[in-house]
């Protein structure tokens, strides 16, 4: 346990030498905080100080020469030695440089949230009433003469007194719990369990639908287990019936945070590499131990992981750490197995479903150096750890690993400055690279490694396109469609089926008056979610029952939008009436992935429909079709970047099939047959992809071409908001030139989230400095009215 410490009023005041600290501070301006210390402070070190009438948490950053400065002290210091190794530090000053935030928003994103320590929290004393440690007597004797007690107040008392840094200490040894005033989201949930009550029954005499359900509940492999893991196969009004007979039970019980998704047991497969997984680790090694970016493009199923693993182990076995980066929804339990297998006792994970106190485990894990790989999802760019050899980005080209708050990085970018400033070796990986990464690569700055094939002469799979427009009656799925379903279900192999839309229906009109039934918040179609018999919006999240007759004109016959997973599960359900088929979307629950993933693997489930959820890192050798039921969805965004996530999309989920001796199948629907997105993903043809979207980026400027930046403006207030644009229009720009271009001020695709109406000003700059320079030019001169908040992005994913 760490030592604690106990201030002691100085006996001789006058003498005291005094230091000088510039403190960080997560607020969204950009100023310095300056404070005094008697006592020596570490930097990255973290500290309480007063502001305004307040405390604050900061993060001592650096010492200020001792003139005559007047500063209010630090009230109390929580570290003997940093929390944030100094190499973050650097990265938290280039990133507010970079992203144009503040130190200290960068140096908060880094630390979990256990360490953040709250100012308002309030003690109870749960401990032992014997032998207490010295240290915490004070605290002890307070929680006696009341049950919970404000750590402010305490400290208001006892001004001398290290309040919070005893009572953290304390709350590590168990001797009191600390009750935030901010609830955290990761609160333990009720969620409702099914469980047999052993009741003797025949079954026989159970009416159908009670038997299918019974059915599934018998075969489950524990009891109690959660209903939502079966509710999408099942009515719920069949296991009521079941409830009623006393058959089995229902109960809400509390839910552990899922943890650590391991599945132990399948251990490490044999695997011998194929010569170009050879000639890969052989080529990426040359540079073994010094910082050069490495892009590594291979297929879908090309055996990318496999070259990591060995890469890795090579790091490890030599000392060093190595920080594995995946996109939150790949970091399966499939993949969590295979790095486990390999590298068990050395292996920490980070990732979102971990609970406060979870994470923080492992973040400790890594900083004493217990783990020195750690697998994580964005974020794990900021794990501490010391000796970085290796960085690896899989899946580079993700979306994900974008921000979409302050600080608003991107991780693949981080890591690259990561390895750079500590001499590391980085990989980024993908079977369909970024252009970003791709351009790096083709002009030398970046070193390019090719996994053209599969493994042991697995095939890519055979593509069918299908072209919707030539059908008389479109249909959500095709008959060719439907007979290649039905041929793999007489064969008992697995089908995935795929759309990108949740919900059933993506609008609801009134057919007699035209009335489009829209969200108050952001004027934009709501969606129709049938399970719950919901309009939803999928922007800001409001939702009411659907209406039985309409609005505006009392009509109650009503047209639907495009279909969603809800709807194609539907038609499905007509189509197949005995296929088990389990849909997976944001909609359904989260420890559903866990179960799917078994229960795919074990062959229980036939068709598994979703949206881009289950596009990524799935590997079930069952599969040997793949629909994608309307390619076209993503392809219509209005964004610069609809192509290429149209064709990453498609190639990713084609990627699915075929990952054994089967042959696999892939079945695309389109309105957009010749479109090249769709043609080369068809084809998994990446290489010629780039070279037609590289044309469409040069020609308008967009990146890798140009960088980008973007300032989004939002206002309650629509006249005050087009009056400020006005005035940004006018004098606040900076001029243009051919290296820098300005789009707007203009409304936003989505001119309205949320009540917020939504202008955007749109910067496209030849170099970083250039772009950073024009934001700056802005950012110096132009001041919006109150009432008007600004995002700023550099690099956005999306312009919408
Ligand atoms: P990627 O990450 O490129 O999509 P994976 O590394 O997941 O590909 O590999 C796809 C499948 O091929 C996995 O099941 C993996 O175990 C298998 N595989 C990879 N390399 C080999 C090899 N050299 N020999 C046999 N199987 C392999
Ligand atoms: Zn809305």
Redesign the pocket.
Same mark, same amino acid.
């Given at each position: 346990m760490r030592k604690l410490y106990i201030d002691k009023k100085p006996a001789f005041r006058c003498l005291q030498f005094m230091y000088y600290y510039k403190v960080c501070l997560p607020l969204g301006i950009d100023k310095d905080f300056s404070y005094s210390s008697s006592q020596r402070i570490a930097f990255g070190a973290r500290v309480l100080v007063p502001l305004r009438a307040k405390l604050m948490l900061g993060i001592c950053m650096e010492e200020l020469k001792a003139e005559n400065y007047r500063y209010k002290s630090v009230v109390e210091v929580l570290d003997e030695a940093a929390v944030l190794p100094e190499e973050l530090l650097e990265m938290a000053k280039w990133m507010a440089w970079y992203y144009h935030c503040s130190v200290g928003k960068a140096l908060f994103a880094m630390l979990p949230s256990r360490l953040q320590c709250d100012v308002d929290a309030e003690a109870s004393w749960i401990g032992t009433d014997r032998d207490i440690p010295q240290d915490y007597l004070i605290l002890y004797e307070a929680l006696q003469k009341q049950d919970k007690l404000k750590l402010s107040e305490l400290k208001q008392s006892r001004p001398d007194y290290p309040v919070y840094r005893i009572a953290e200490a304390a709350q590590s040894a168990g001797y009191i719990t600390l009750a935030h005033r901010i609830k955290h989201r990761d609160k333990p949930r009720k969620k409702n369990f099914i469980e047999t009550t052993g009741l003797d029954f025949e079954e026989n005499d159970l009416p159908l639908r009670q038997r299918e359900a019974w059915e599934l509940i018998k075969t489950q492999p524990e009891s109690p287990f959660l209903m939502a893991d079966i509710s999408s196969l099942i009515s719920y009004s069949a296991l009521k019936g079941l409830v009623k007979k006393g058959i089995i039970r229902i109960f809400p019980k509390e839910v552990q945070n899922s943890g650590l998704l391991r599945e132990k047991g399948s251990g490490a497969?044999d *695997? #011998?590499?194929?010569d170009e997984?050879n000639q890969a680790v052989k080529e990426i090694l040359e540079d073994y131990g010094k910082y050069r970016v490495h892009l590594l493009y291979? *297929? #879908?199923?090309?055996?990318?992981?496999?070259?990591?693993?060995e890469i890795i182990r090579k790091y490890l076995e030599a000392g060093s750490s190595v920080i594995f980066l995946i996109p939150e929804i790949a970091l399966t339990p499939q993949?969590l197995d295979?790095f486990d297998s390999h590298f068990g006792e050395n292996l920490a994970v980070m990732h979102s479903q971990l609970t406060e106190n979870q994470r923080f485990a492992e973040w400790q894990k890594i900083k004493s150096g217990d783990c020195r790989l750690v697998i994580g999802a964005r974020s794990a760019v900021f794990a501490p750890m010391q000796n970085l050899g290796l960085i690896i980005v899989?899946e580079e080209h993700e979306s994900s690993y974008k921000q979409d708050n302050v600080p608003r990085y991107n991780g693949r970018d981080l890591a690259v400055l990561r390895a750079q400033k500590s001499g590391a070796q980085i990989i980024l990986?993908s079977?369909t690279p970024s252009l970003e990464s791709w351009h790096n690569a083709q002009s030398g700055k970046y070193r390019l490694h090719r996994?053209k094939k599969?493994?042991?002469n697995?095939t890519l799979p055979k593509v069918r396109l299908i072209n919707l427009c030539d059908m008389q009656n479109p249909e959500l799925i095709s008959d060719e469609l439907a007979g290649a379903i039905a041929e793999r279900l007489e064969r008992k192999e697995q089908v995935i089926l795929f759309q990108n839309r949740r919900g059933y229906s993506s609008f609801v009109q009134c057919l007699k008056c035209g009335k489009l039934i829209t969200c108050p918040n952001c004027e934009i179609s709501m969606y129709y979610h049938r399970d719950r018999e919901e309009m939803q919006c999928h922007y800001c999240g409001h939702f009411y029952p659907i209406p039985r007759r309409c609005p505006s004109c009392n009509g109650f016959s009503f047209s639907y939008g495009s279909p969603g997973t809800q709807k194609v599960e539907q038609t499905l359900k007509m189509l197949f009436p005995s296929a088990k088929l389990l849909r997976m979307d944001s909609d359904s629950s989260r420890s559903n992935l866990k179960s799917m993933y078994q229960r795919m693997k074990r062959q229980e489930i036939d068709i598994l429909l979703g949206t881009q959820m289950i596009s990524k890192?799935l590997?079930f050798?069952g599969v040997t079709l793949v629909g994608i039921i309307n390619a076209d969805i993503s392809l219509n965004i209005p964004d610069f970047r609809a192509s290429e996530r149209s064709f990453q999309l498609i190639t990713q989920v084609a990627?699915r099939s075929g990952?054994?001796e089967k042959t696999g199948e892939v079945i695309i629907q389109t309105y957009n047959p010749e479109h090249y997105s769709i043609q080369c993903a068809s084809r998994q043809d990446f290489e010629s992809f780039a070279l037609e979207e590289m044309d469409y980026r040069k020609r308008l400027n967009y990146p890798p071409a140009f960088r980008l930046a973007r300032l989004l403006y939002q206002g309650i207030d629509l006249g005050e908001l087009v009056q400020e644009m006005d005035r940004l229009k006018r004098t606040f720009l900076p001029p243009e030139s051919d290296d820098l271009i300005i789009l707007g001020p203009s409304p936003a695709p989505f001119a309205k989230i949320n009540q917020l109406f939504r202008y955007h000003v749109i910067l496209k700059a030849r170099t970083t400095s250039q772009i950073r320079e024009a934001v700056a030019y802005i950012e110096k001169g132009f001041q919006a009215q109150k009432g008007i908040s600004k995002q700023i992005d550099i690099d956005p994913m999306m312009l919408m």
């Open positions: 497969k *695997i #011998t590499l194929t997984q291979g *297929i #879908t199923g090309s055996g990318k992981t496999e070259v990591y693993i993949m295979r899989d990986g079977a996994l599969r493994p042991m697995y890192g590997d050798p990627g990952r054994a």
